[in-house]
């Protein structure tokens, strides 16, 4: 699929960057301020870990419109050391780095739909969708 | 739905197996069948009444009164002689189905009616003819069909038009009941909670209880869950949610109104309800709130009035 | 970027105005634990009436910078946290719970004067 924009992950200043375009993106499509800050957040957790664990890597974002819903996809990949346990990073509290290890989880409560796909060695994809609520 | 109706009518069934044949000549009416029945409206329209009135005795009609309901069956069938004299469907039947809806009859005794006519209107003319083979019989059938089924059609789709309207209606009101917020006294708020809570309500509960506090800078908010049926987990989860939300944005929660057999739920499922204060009545909450603003209740002399009365009036005691 | 610290009697006074990257949020920390070293203040009333985000990396700071101060004798006060960043907490699990809030500035140090007095 050939997403509509992309943003480079390499700096940490990126992060904030992602989060702003991917806070307009919302915006536009027409999601309230709550489900914004629910987007902007996920954004910031999925670039925050590309930069942490994997150096470098992209966020992109898809406007999904069908017949009866609308929605943003975002997609996080990257080719860092990938997860070896999916199960385990989805855990509350789980974290390498010291942190709360509340990211992954959490992204997967701020959105509606949510999927890892993780090779050791290659890198780590992941895709992530939330609706306008009607 | 029109082959639901038909089921339990004898000369239909014969007509469903028929029709396959009749169907090129169907749209015209018979001239002939029709003068009959027009000629002869008087035997229809007393057969017909004695039909419908048979129905009355235990059914939703029976509330209503004999006069109400006579008159409302003479206008009725009015209606379908005028669109049988008319040839289609009139304004006379718009009108009708619309006063209907509006008085809150139910469709079932539009339909029942008009399948009674359905059967009377056969039987007269089965009764006039001379000879019934079975050409005469689908030529009566058809024709009869021709003049019943449009008007049931239209008057379903009315109903339905109605009821989808009616819902849409119902479905803005019930958002905007979801959660209404009572500033009852400065820095302090209610809001009472009505209803089975889901995790779509939770989120929309969440969001004008935040919204609310921010707006009316309240202290205090006492969720009041009264009338939320039943407390499960997911319920108790959603509440706590909410509760710490509150917490973050800088106000406090008191849960009130649990009932015992809430308070039972809550310690079964081992739900923590944490440090949240909790009472068991608007009444008590109340009190609390007005402690932790640092304020209380004074009584005075001759004046049962004021935040007494008000208190019972919260509480509908 | 450095967020500036205002000092009142015994109060420090933080309104964090802009989107706080990671950088900037681990900068304030250090720069508010010095200046508690410094000043001597007993309490701190941060305002986060402008940030429209706080992800788990900020949660983590703030609440971090908390206990921190706590250690080193000042209570902090979090104000203003907006409907929509609380929602987001909430959603990413984070209940800050042992983290002092209030609903605004005013409302904050209303609340931090009451507790160092009792
Ligand atoms: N893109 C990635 N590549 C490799 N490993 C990852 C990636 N994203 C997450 N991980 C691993 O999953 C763990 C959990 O991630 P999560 O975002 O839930 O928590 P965290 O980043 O450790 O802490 P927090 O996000 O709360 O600050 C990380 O500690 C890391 O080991
Ligand atoms: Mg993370």
Same mark, same amino acid.
Request: charged share 25%; net charge negative.
């Given at each position: 699929?050939? &997403?509509?924009?992309?943003?480079? *992950?390499? !700096?940490?200043?990126?992060?904030?960057? /992602?989060?702003?375009? @991917?806070?307009?993106? =919302?915006?536009?499509?027409?999601?309230?301020?709550?489900?914004?800050?629910?987007?902007?957040?996920?954004?910031?957790?999925?670039?925050?870990?590309?930069?942490?664990?994997?150096?470098?890597?992209?966020?992109? &974002?898809?406007?999904?419109?069908? *017949?009866? !819903?609308?929605?943003?996809?975002?997609? /996080?990949?990257?080719? @860092?050391?990938?997860? =070896?346990?999916?199960?385990?990073?989805?855990?509350?509290?789980?974290?390498?780095?010291?942190?709360?290890?509340?990211?992954?989880?959490?992204?997967?409560?701020?959105?509606?739909?949510?999927?890892?796909?993780?090779?050791?060695?290659?890198?780590?994809?992941? !895709?992530?969708?939330?609706?306008?609520?009607? | 739905?029109?082959?639901?109706?038909?089921?339990?009518?004898?000369?239909?069934?014969?007509?469903?197996?028929?029709?396959?044949?009749?169907?090129?000549?169907?749209?015209?009416?018979?001239?002939?069948?029709?003068?009959?029945?027009?000629?002869?409206?008087?035997?229809?329209?007393?057969?017909?009444?004695?039909?419908?009135?048979?129905?009355?005795?235990?059914?939703?009609?029976?509330?209503?009164?004999?006069?109400?309901?006579?008159?409302?069956?003479?206008?009725?069938?009015?209606?379908?002689?005028?669109?049988?004299?008319?040839?289609?469907?009139?304004?006379?039947?718009?009108?009708?189905?619309?006063?209907?809806?509006?008085?809150?009859?139910?469709?079932?005794?539009?339909?029942?009616?008009?399948?009674?006519?359905?059967?009377?209107?056969?039987?007269?003319?089965?009764?006039?003819?001379?000879?019934?083979?079975?050409?005469?019989?689908?030529?009566?059938?058809?024709?009869?069909?021709?003049?019943?089924?449009?008007?049931?059609?239209?008057?379903?789709?009315?109903?339905?038009?109605?009821?989808?309207?009616?819902?849409?209606?119902?479905?803005?009101?019930?958002?905007?009941?979801?959660?209404?917020?009572?500033?009852?006294?400065?820095?302090?708020?209610?809001?009472?909670?009505?209803?089975?809570?889901?995790?779509?309500?939770?989120?929309?509960?969440?969001?004008?209880?935040?919204?609310?506090?921010?707006?009316?800078?309240?202290?205090?908010?006492?969720?009041?869950?009264?009338?939320?049926?039943?407390?499960?987990?997911?319920?108790?989860?959603?509440?706590?949610?909410?509760?710490?939300?509150?917490?973050?944005?800088?106000?406090?929660?008191?849960?009130?109104?649990?009932?015992?057999?809430?308070?039972?739920?809550?310690?079964?499922?081992?739900?923590?309800?944490?440090?949240?204060?909790?009472?068991?009545?608007?009444?008590?909450?109340?009190?609390?709130?007005?402690?932790?603003?640092?304020?209380?209740?004074?009584?005075?002399?001759?004046?049962?009035?004021?935040?007494?009365?008000?208190?019972?009036?919260?509480?509908?005691? | 970027?450095?967020?500036?610290?205002?000092?009142?009697?015994?109060?420090?006074?933080?309104?964090?105005?802009?989107?706080?990257?990671?950088?900037?949020?681990?900068?304030?920390?250090?720069?508010?634990?010095?200046?508690?070293?410094?000043?001597?203040?007993?309490?701190?009333?941060?305002?986060?009436?402008?940030?429209?985000?706080?992800?788990?990396?900020?949660?983590?700071?703030?609440?971090?910078?908390?206990?921190?101060?706590?250690?080193?004798?000042?209570?902090?006060?979090?104000?203003?946290?907006?409907?929509?960043?609380?929602?987001?907490?909430?959603?990413?699990?984070?209940?800050?719970?042992?983290?002092?809030?209030?609903?605004?500035?005013?409302?904050?140090?209303?609340?931090?004067?009451?507790?160092?007095?009792?």
């Amino acid at each position: 699929m050939d &997403f509509q924009s992309c943003v480079k *992950i390499n !700096r940490e200043w990126d992060i904030v960057g /992602a989060r702003q375009i @991917g806070r307009e993106h =919302a915006k536009k499509i027409g999601f309230g301020t709550v489900d914004q800050a629910r987007i902007a957040t996920a954004i910031s957790e999925l670039a925050r870990n590309i930069y942490l664990y994997a150096d470098t890597g992209k966020i992109c &974002f898809e406007i999904i419109n069908e *017949i009866d !819903r609308k929605g943003l996809w975002i997609l /996080a990949v990257d080719n @860092g050391p990938g997860i =070896a346990d999916i199960s385990q990073v989805m855990e509350d509290g789980f974290s390498t780095s010291g942190g709360l290890g509340a990211g992954l989880p959490g992204v997967k409560r701020l959105m509606d739909q949510f999927d890892i796909i993780s090779e050791t060695g290659k890198g780590t994809e992941i !895709r992530t969708v939330k609706w306008v609520r009607k | 739905m029109a082959k639901i109706l038909h089921v339990s009518d004898k000369h239909v069934t014969i007509y469903i197996k028929i029709r396959g044949k009749m169907q090129h000549g169907g749209k015209r009416m018979d001239k002939h069948l029709n003068s009959i029945v027009i000629n002869n409206s008087d035997t229809i329209v007393k057969d017909w009444l004695v039909e419908v009135s048979k129905n009355r005795h235990n059914d939703y009609t029976s509330a209503i009164s004999e006069d109400l309901f006579e008159s409302t069956n003479r206008e009725f069938v009015n209606v379908i002689f005028s669109s049988l004299e008319k040839q289609g469907i009139t304004s006379e039947l718009d009108d009708f189905s619309e006063k209907l809806i509006n008085l809150g009859w139910p469709l079932s005794y539009l339909t029942d009616g008009l399948q009674a006519f359905r059967r009377v209107t056969i039987n007269f003319i089965l009764s006039q003819s001379e000879k019934v083979d079975s050409d005469h019989l689908s030529k009566v059938l058809d024709m009869v069909d021709n003049w019943v089924d449009p008007i049931i059609n239209q008057l379903v789709n009315e109903y339905s038009g109605s009821w989808e309207h009616i819902v849409s209606l119902q479905r803005v009101a019930l958002q905007e009941l979801s959660a209404p917020l009572i500033p009852v006294m400065e820095n302090i708020t209610i809001m009472p909670l009505i209803g089975t809570i889901d995790t779509e309500r939770a989120k929309l509960i969440m969001e004008n209880l935040l919204e609310g506090v921010i707006k009316h800078n309240a202290d205090v908010v006492l969720i009041d869950i009264t009338g939320v049926p039943v407390v499960d987990t997911m319920v108790a989860h959603h509440i706590i949610q909410a509760a710490e939300a509150v917490r973050l944005i800088g106000s406090t929660c008191i849960l009130v109104g649990i009932r015992p057999e809430i308070a039972q739920t809550i310690v079964n499922l081992g739900i923590d309800l944490g440090k949240f204060p909790t009472k068991s009545s608007l009444r008590k909450g109340f009190q609390a709130a007005l402690e932790m603003t640092n304020r209380k209740i004074v009584h005075e002399k001759g004046s049962d009035e004021g935040i007494e009365s008000l208190l019972d009036s919260l509480n509908g005691e | 970027m450095r967020i500036p610290i205002l000092k009142l009697h015994n109060y420090l006074l933080i309104s964090i105005q802009t989107d706080l990257d990671d950088k900037t949020a681990i900068q304030f920390q250090e720069d508010l634990l010095s200046k508690i070293h410094k000043s001597g203040a007993t309490g701190v009333v941060i305002d986060l009436t402008s940030v429209d985000i706080i992800d788990s990396f900020i949660a983590k700071v703030l609440g971090d910078v908390v206990t921190m101060s706590d250690l080193m004798g000042a209570k902090v006060v979090l104000t203003g946290i907006q409907p929509a960043v609380a929602m987001t907490l909430i959603d990413l699990g984070i209940h800050l719970k042992d983290v002092q809030t209030a609903l605004d500035l005013e409302q904050g140090l209303i609340k931090l004067r009451q507790e160092l007095e009792e």
